[in-house]
Every structure is written in C-alpha cells, then in structure tokens.
C-alpha cells in the first residue's frame, strides 16, 4: 500500500520519468503482446537462468544416454562379458561386476527403466493427487469432507505393505506396472498440500474477479489457480519422480523387482548382496547412486529456478 | 433495478457448527438506475457480505435479491454469465484483486475470452484504450506490466476500466477509495458522478462517512448486520436519528466547525432522543397498543424485531437498540 503512494503522483504527470521496466528485460518482454507472447517470455527467462539451464542439461544428459546409449553398446546388461572384478578400463569404462557383467551396460539399461518409474509413477501420483487436491481445495463443502476422507484412507494404508502384497500377489514383474502401483499409492500428500494452497488462494479477490467475468470452474483452477503454483506442482513432481526411484529400488532389492530388466535401483542392491562395498568394488554402486542423486538433485535445482521464471517478483535483474 | 429484501447471512460457527453468527439481518434497500447508495457500517457491520450477495460470490441464507425483477440468489452458470453482463464489482484490495504472476492486461484478456470472443484485436484494443481513457489512464503506461509494477491508484482504476468494458447498469464498489490518496480519490469519485450521470447504479460500500456523504444519493447505514438508519443522504446526515448514527457523525472531524460546536449539537440531540425509541414509539402510534407490543417482544425476544418505520418521508429508522441482541433503550 505504502509503495503506491509515491508513485502516484509520478504517474499522473510526466510518465515517461517513469522506468520500473528492468534494462535487461526490455528487448524480449515489452515488445511482444500478441498471443503466445507470454509463452515466449517464460521461455526467454528459463533460458537465461543458469539454474534451470544446468538442471535441465545434466537430466536431459542422462536421458539421452538412456535411450540412445543401448545403440552403441557390445554387451547386454546380463552377459558374462569379460573378466570378474575388473575395475574401469577402456574396454569395459565402468568395470565389471563378481560375475564380470559390463557395469555400463547395467548403468545405461538402468537408466531406461528408473526415468520410466520416474516418470510413470510420479506422472501418475501428480495427476491423482493434483486433481483431487484442486476440487476439494475449490468445492470446500461436502465435496471437500469426502475427498479429504479418501484421501486421510489411503493415506494412512501403509502403501509400502501394499505394495508387496499387490507384487507378490499378481506377480507383477514389468517396469511399467510396478511405476502404476506405486503411482496409486503415492499422491495423498499432494493431495493435501495442493487443497491447502488452492484453499488459501481461494479466498483472493482475483478468483471472484474471474468468477465474475463469467469463467467456469476448470477454467479458474487451470488459468488463475494453477499457474500460482507451477513452481510448487513442478517441485511436487520432483519429489514424486524421486520417491517413486527410491520405493521401485526398495521392492527390487527384496526380491519384488522386474526379473528380466534392470534399473538403478537393482545394480545397488545387487551390489551391496554381492559385497560390492567389502571387496571395493567402488565402481559397481558409485555409478547408479551418483546417477540417482545428479537426476534428483538437477531436478531439485531446475525447481528452484523455475521458480524465478514463473514468478517475475523473484527474477534476478 | 436492483431490490434486496430480507437478506439473511448466517455463518455455522464453532465445533461441528454448533452456534450461529448473524453477519447480516434481515437486510432491505434497493437501488435504481442513475442513483448512488452508501452501505455506511464500521468493519464487521456485514456491508462487504451484503455487496458479495448481490455480486453472487456468497450464498444467501435468506431473503431475495432482484434484479430487473428477477430473483437471483439461485442463478446457474449461464444464466449467472447474463448477469455479470449488466452488473460488476471492484474490490477493496485493488493488489489482491490481480494475479501476481501475470501481467495486468490478463485480467481484460478473461473478459475478452469469456464476453468477446468475436471481436477483433484491433477493435478490441481500441475499445480497451477507451476504458483506459475513461479512467484517465495512458495505455502505454499500464498494460505490459506486472501488478506490482503499478500503484494502487493505478490499478484500482484498472479494475474500474474492466467494469466499463461490459455494459454494466449495476456497479458494486466495496471500498474502492479507501487504497487511493487524495489526488487519485478525487478523480475516482467524479469518474462515479458521471457514470452515475449515464445511468448506472452504484452501491457503494464504505466506512467513510464523509465519502457516503460526498458521493450518494441515498445512505444505508449498518451496525452488527442490521440496517438501523437509511433515507436520503441530506435527511440523514442533517437529521441523525438512531444513536449509532449519531454516534458516527460526531465522531466525524469537520472543517468549518469546532469540536465543542458539533459535541454541543450532539449532546442537545442525545438530550432530545435519550431514553426513548422512535421505532416503537411509532409502532404504538400505528395502533399496536403497549400491551400487544409487549407480549410480541416477550414470545420472539427482542433480537427478532429488526424492521424499521418510516419517521420523515424517505427517512427510515430502526428500534434504537444498538446491538441486535440488547434491550430497547425505551425498554418497549
């Protein structure tokens, strides 16, 4: 309130003297107003935040190497292909495992299947947990009680015994499926955490200004509600993507894993039952826990410069 | 054009909803084309609650409100579309009332989208630099900016602008001045007076008396919820009858008179009014004798008598109780 004051009279007369307009923003920002001008913008910050550029290079990094990595590969993940214990050489760049399996290979099949359990389950828990959070968190009323109670159910269902039940159960032995289980059981906190914002910007008057420009529900929540908190859905996400990692690591390491694939989690656990860490084989689990951690954490770096890009009040200039 | 009767607002308070809070009783006024009322009430007098009912973003417990002699306290979505057409509202808080994160022009781009989806971009543009015009703002100054780039007084004409952009007849305006200074207010004030001059009608909310007095025709003044004192601005003002208003007035500052002037007028008015109830005074006039009056107010209590008798023509008064759960000062 206090800020407005001053600039009042400034802006009655003599505008010009006025320049709130960052000089580095002026090129892109102010000249486009046609449609798709915001899209262009949001990129032009996101691609002048060094955050978010580094983030998204070092995953992008890795997923290319999941995927096109195979392409180039002389050995499967599986094979016997040279000498046990062998640490990092040319032939073999990450060395080989007791039974002398290519480490690289491992690493890069790996890499396939936890971006897929990433994706798929953080994917599937964003959508659950974001779309029940949205109504409740708008609708309030009875809507909001019995969303709130579906979602304090699965909430306390402790997911991970599910899990194994459900594993052990249907024999579930494909990536894909293993990601969808774990999904289900992953978003009641999103769904919490996404009613308590939306509750609290609820109550702001630009939600009844939209109201009353005679805009429907899905077009408040989609256009006024979410983009408040894209930063946070897209932290959210992240967080999603790394539990979703962690929880398929912990299934594969008892036994509950996919049996004709590999991933990440898998190689770690294989590692430490074959006594990586006694024999020093260093080059077995400091691979695909690195990778873990550099997929995560770039991650977790590309949301905190998202942030800035979303919202112009934290921008850098 | 618009007419409100008998509004109720009731909020379910405390565990499980257990106990009720009255935040507006038994409201009645109405407002005609060309023509500015005050709602005039200190914070929590349910003034800001009654403008939402009318602006449909809160639900009425009870009572009608009509438009053009429609009800429309149950509207569905379309038909709620057609209303917003012919009557908006600009709030208090002029930056809550943009979304931080996008520039200012979003805000007349939903209208566009929801309103005007054929018009052209120039025509709209020009439409837009009209409204812009109209609230004396340079376009190049404001659109291409973000909210906090701007001044309250900006964007409160801002959200004035959007108003204008649809033919409105009916314009609620919660506190709109209270972000302004003094420059700026002005302006804003004469902008009303001649939008008023075009036809349209303004409920204006307000805790400002000397701006209800400024700008109104009518005032509607409300205490906890109930409207104790309504009439034309000039009877009510000049002549404050209930003791909450008369209270308020004396608490004005003015210009061309003391302190001890205005408390001498006052306590000469209290002197003249004390102990006594014009509201149930005239009541017994009408006929209703003491002893009739006196088993009403015992079989229902007194909380429910929230009616209001007409003292002057045009000038309406209520029971001189302030809150609505207290005795009547004349005891009646």
């Known amino acids: ?188 906190w999103v769904a919490r955490a996404v009613r308590a914002q939306t509750l609290s910007l609820r109550s702001r008057d630009f939600i009844d200004l939209a109201r009353l420009s005679g805009v429907g529900v899905g077009t408040i929540l989609r256009r006024e509600v979410a983009p408040n908190m894209y930063s946070y859905l897209f932290m959210t996400f992240v967080l999603l993507f790394g539990g979703s990692i962690l929880t398929a690591a912990s299934l594969d390491f008892i036994g509950l894993g996919p049996t004709n694939a590999m991933s990440l989690g898998l190689m770690m656990n294989q590692a430490v039952q074959w006594s990586a860490l006694h024999l020093g084989l260093w080059w077995w689990f400091i691979p695909p826990g690195l990778g873990i951690t550099l997929i995560v954490g770039s991650l977790y770096i590309m949301n905190v410069g998202l942030d800035e890009v979303f919202n112009p009040k934290l921008r850098e200039m | 054009m618009l007419t409100i009767e008998a509004l109720d607002k009731v909020y379910k308070t405390g565990t499980f909803g257990t106990s009720d809070l009255h935040a507006v009783r038994q409201v009645s006024l109405d407002v005609q084309r060309g023509e500015v009322v005050s709602l005039i009430g200190e914070s929590g007098s349910g003034k800001s609650t009654i403008g939402k009912m009318v602006l449909h973003l ?181 002549d404050p009858l209930h003791p909450y208003t008369r209270d308020l007035l004396a608490s004005v500052p003015h210009l061309d008179r003391t302190w001890e002037e205005v408390e001498a007028e006052e306590s000469q008015r209290s002197a003249r009014l004390a102990g006594r109830c014009l509201y149930h005074e005239a009541l017994a006039a009408q006929g209703r004798s003491l002893g009739d009056e006196a088993s009403v107010g015992s079989a229902s209590g007194p909380a429910d008598d929230v009616g209001l008798v007409e003292h002057a023509p045009g000038h309406f008064v209520g029971c001189f109780r302030k809150a609505a759960d207290e005795e009547c000062p004349a005891g009646m």
């Open chain 2, 58 to 238: 809160l639900d009425s417990t009870g009572g009608s409100i009509t438009f053009d002699g429609r009800d429309v306290t149950k509207l569905g979505f379309r038909a709620r579309r057609d209303y917003y057409r012919k009557v908006q509202g600009v709030f208090q808080d002029p930056f809550s009332s943009f979304n931080p994160i996008f520039k200012v022009d979003r805000t007349f781009e939903t209208l566009r989208r929801s309103y005007f989806p054929r018009v052209s971009g120039a025509a709209w543009r020009e439409k837009l630099e009209e409204a812009l015009g109209a609230v004396s703002l340079e376009p190049g100054d404001i659109l291409g900016k973000f909210p906090h780039q701007l001044s309250g007084g900006q964007l409160q004409r801002l959200l004035i602008a959007r108003a204008l952009l649809l033919d409105i007849e009916l314009l609620v305006a919660d506190e709109i001045i209270s972000m302004l200074d003094a420059s700026t207010r002005i302006d804003v004030l004469n902008l009303l007076g001649e939008l008023k001059g075009r036809g349209l009608g303004i409920l204006f909310v307000t805790h400002d008396l000397s701006l209800g007095n400024y700008v109104s025709d009518r005032v509607v003044i409300l205490y906890k919820g109930r409207v104790v004192e309504r009439g034309a601005t000039a009877a009510v003002f000049d």
């Open chain 1, 1 to 188: 309130m206090s800020q407005g004051l001053g600039l009042d009279k400034l802006d009655q007369r003599g505008a010009a003297t006025e320049a709130t307009e960052p000089p580095g923003a002026t090129p892109a920002p102010s000249g486009s107003r046609k449609p798709g001008g915001d899209v262009r913008e949001t990129l032009y910050f996101a691609l002048r935040n060094p955050k978010v550029v580094i983030g998204s290079v070092v995953v992008l990094a890795f997923l290319l190497l999941g995927l096109l990595g195979p392409l180039f590969l002389k050995f499967a993940p599986m094979d016997y292909a040279g000498p046990p214990m062998a640490p990092p050489s040319a032939d073999f760049p990450f060395g080989t495992t007791t039974f002398g399996q290519d480490v690289f290979a491992q690493f890069v099949a790996g890499l396939r299947s936890t971006f897929l359990v990433g994706l798929l389950g953080g994917g599937v828990a964003a959508v659950i947990g974001m779309a029940i959070g949205f109504v409740a968190g708008y609708r309030g009323g009875l809507i909001d009680e019995l969303l709130n109670m579906l979602t304090n159910v699965v909430l306390v269902i402790p997911g991970f015994v599910v899990l194994i039940i459900i594993n052990a159960y249907l024999g579930v032995r494909s990536v894909p499926m293993q990601a969808l289980y774990i999904g289900v059981f992953s978003w009641p």
